[in-house]
């Protein structure tokens, strides 16, 4: 659908889905997580990844299912070791960023898990429905990297870009280079789209947002198209706020998503009108007990995009919290509207 809607660009076609929609807010998904002493194995075990992956089909008449991975397995495989703890996120070991470093290539057979379990998808899953590779941005991955985790500011980061900006610039390109390759990786294995998570964009100071925001992307998808590549690719630059606009001309990307916190009004006013966009529900909104608030969001967000290229979706990942039925009811709106 996802597919269709791009090479169509016909407003009628709604696809829907969620993103993180193989999250913790479905029971199975903590039998599958259990099998596991650590995420990272989750994440690079075939079954696994087949499993959560279809996952939310069970429950949800969606149009794509999301490839279930992380955008930390590129630091994982440059040998900065990444592990995941309750209540605190992704934990990264603190690493050297040098020259020996940036010369570490990333072995794409070590995502041999991942394409085994696209092709095992791709059995399962209906021709109608489409299947989603992603990466993190650069400037995401350097984020995590540097910083070593989440962080409120990621003061480390900025820190070490205003100190050596040319070893950043490195930095940045390096991990341009690897988010191409392990998106082709994956078209190449059949994901028929593909999607790039800037989660942190709104911590690129503003002197450098166009060099680290768009520019990398803007890489990525030009190295794509040149090896004949040439579906559908998503980019959601998080909370970018005002430069939301200017990412949505010069990325190249066919599909911004939107973040809850943007105006969808004004979005839709300014963004450049060949890109289809993506998102804006809050997704604290599925976990919440009035229904009536999801009919007016969720007719809201309809009513806005009737005449426009739109995919439903949340403006970020579904939380823990979220229950099916609400998303069940979200998505009986969106088909009746």
């Known amino acids: 659908m996802i597919s269709k809607l791009v ?25 599958i997580r259990n099998r596991h002493e650590n995420f990272i194995d989750f994440c690079l075990d075939e079954n696994s990844i087949v499993n959560a992956t279809l996952l939310p089909l069970k429950y949800y008449n969606i149009d794509a299912a999301i490839l279930f991975s992380d955008i930390l397995l590129l630091p994982h495989f440059l040998g900065q070791k990444v592990t995941f703890k309750k209540n ?14 940036l010369k570490k290539e990333v072995d794409l057979n070590n995502f041999t898990p991942i394409k085994n379990a696209i092709f095992k998808i791709k059995e399962t899953l209906p021709s109608s429905k489409d299947l989603i590779g992603f990466c993190g941005a650069p400037w995401t ?3 995590y990297m540097i910083d070593g985790g ?24 390096k991990l341009t280079k690897d988010c191409a390759d392990f998106l082709e990786f994956q078209y190449l294995a059949g994901s028929t789209v593909l999607m790039i ?4 964009s709104s911590m690129i100071p503003d002197r450098y947002w166009v060099k680290f925001g768009i520019e990398p992307i803007k890489y990525i998808v030009e190295r794509l198209r040149k090896k004949n590549i040439n579906c559908p690719i998503i980019g959601l630059p998080f ?20 973040d809850w916190k943007t105006n969808l009004d004004w979005a839709l006013k ?24 999801i009919k007016k969001e969720v007719h809201r967000i309809s009513h806005l995009t009737q005449n426009k290229c739109h995919i439903f979706n949340v403006g970020h990942g579904l939380i823990p919290e979220v229950k ?8 009986k709106l969106i088909e009746n509207f």
């Not at 909370?239 to 939107?258: A, P």
């Not at 300014?270 to 608030?293: K, M, R």
């Not at 099916?324 to 998505?331: D, L």
């Open 7 to 31: 090479k169509s660009k016909n407003s009628q076609i709604k696809p829907k889905w969620f993103l993180r929609q193989a999250g913790r807010h479905i029971p199975e998904y903590f039998t």
């Open 88 to 101: 605190t996120g992704p934990v990264l070991k603190e690493i050297n960023i040098d020259e020996k470093f």
């Open 141 to 143: 991955l350097a984020c």
């Open 150 to 173: 989440s962080s409120k500011d990621y003061v480390k980061t900025r820190t070490f870009l205003w100190n050596n900006e040319e070893m950043f610039s490195k930095l940045i390109n």
């Open 197 to 200: 998570f800037d989660t942190w």
């Open 239 to 258: 909370k970018s706020g005002e430069m939301l606009i200017q990412y949505s001309y010069e990325s190249l990307v066919d599909v911004v998503s939107i």
């Open 270 to 293: 300014n963004i450049n009108n060949n890109v289809i966009t993506q998102g804006n529900l809050d997704p604290a909104l599925l976990s919440c007990h009035n229904l009536s608030s």
């Open 324 to 331: 099916i039925k609400n998303v069940k009811y979200a998505i």
